[in-house]
């Protein structure tokens, strides 16, 4: 069993990592073992290289073709390598982490270009590829990504943790993940030397993979597909964003319009519940001004939301407005979740989530998953899922602006005219249905957005674990709640 600190990682991580110094790029050696061909491969040798070229999109994998001459180490080593980087017990989004953070300690060009183009459909853009490149120098990344990094480089230059560094990365990684961590390190460490020692050869040769910060492209490959385009890669985990979405929406949704809201608010001292929930909701933004929160509820009438903050921030302050309402969350999820299945471990998966997403651009959603979470299963569970709604309602938000589709539009495609009267707006509503096809590609952006941010905190069996949990929280919040 792994001796783990229950308290979580310490807050203090080192400035400065103790390698032998800055990463530069291998010593150049020769082609020391030549790719091989079908004869040296053998026909099903051959077969497979070349049906995994196809599908990678490049003439040869000369990772491939170089070991695969010593064919019973090669397919000892394929299956083992393969559930590594596929099917792993960590999050896609470590698992490229580490491995891009090892390639640029060893100065590794193949590794490098094979995974930077992976990790770019792995959560991992080219931004967060130069801080991993220049931490500890450059800041960006999570404590997580900050803790595993400092594992990493301990590992490579020194291996093995201390403990200290095994008590943060228990902080963060369980049982099976701690060892499939160690072991995945270790083995593109090894990986790295026998590429480099073979001398095998680039799959890319007229890219070049620059080790520094300051460059992060690839150069472009004529006549090639882009492989940095990005996309999710698995369809369990889009599907599984969509599902999830769609869940967490309608019970946050419930929430929001149910009379027991507004009375509530009422009862904290909003006459008109709106200020409540304009107040309550856009509190977390702080003492801004109506203008600044009617950008931010982006999808309602500008006046309507800058009158309701006026009136709503009157009674208790923005911060206290969204503890009120905070709070409220918590005692609907108390009243109507109780009995629901799960509800500690969708918290704790809507956690990773919350944790391991970037806030930029996404203001409520900033400011809501620094809220404190209730203690008890219900509350928290309902808690969680408001955080996670906020970060989707964000992400399709920006998506919305930046298609060209109006607000106005965007409702009546949505809901229709009953629907587009409940932000606000007045009449007569444009139908936006030329723009019916377009608004289908915001939704589409929307999914896939959240899709990524799902898979760089969770495998793909719990992106659909959780899908599954948020539904069956809706199902009884539905039954739970009066007639």
Known sequence: MASCD????????????????????????????????????????????????????????????????????????????????????????????????????????????????????????????????????????????QVLLACVDELVTRRALSDVSWQRLCGFLDRRQLIEFVTLVGQYDALAMTLTTLGVPMDYPDQVIALSVGSTEPAASGGRPDPRSPKVSDARTREAARESGAAMGEAISLFMLHPETFAGSIAAGYQNPLAGYVAGRGGVLGEATGTTVASVFAIFEPNFVAAMWDEGVAVRGALGAAAVYWEQVGEFGRKYLAGAQGLDRLAELGEKVIAAAPTGGVPMFAGWRNMPLADDPAARALQVMFVLREMRGDVHFNALVNSGISPVEAHMLHGGVEYTRMFGWPEPFADGADKKQRYGEVEEATNHRMAEILGSALTAEEAAELARLTTAALETLKANLPA
């Open 6 to 145: 229950p308290l979580g990682p310490p807050n203090d991580l080192p400035a400065t990592r103790s390698d032998p110094g800055p990463p530069s790029a291998a010593p150049a050696l020769p082609c020391r073992i030549s790719p091989g061909g079908r004869r040296e491969l053998g026909w099903f040798g051959w077969m497979f290289c070349r049906f995994a070229a196809r599908v990678w999109g490049v003439p040869q994998i000369h990772l491939f073709t170089v070991l695969a001459q010593h064919r019973r180490l090669f397919w000892t080593w394929g299956p083992f390598a393969g559930v590594l980087l596929r099917r792993g017990r960590l999050p896609e989004a470590d698992t490229e982490l580490a491995i891009l953070r090892v390639g640029h300690l060893r100065g590794c060009e193949y590794e490098l270009q094979q995974h930077r183009r992976i990790a770019l459909t792995r959560g991992l853009d080219a931004d967060a590829q130069a801080d991993i490149f220049g931490w500890p120098n450059d800041g960006g990344l999570s404590r997580r990504q």
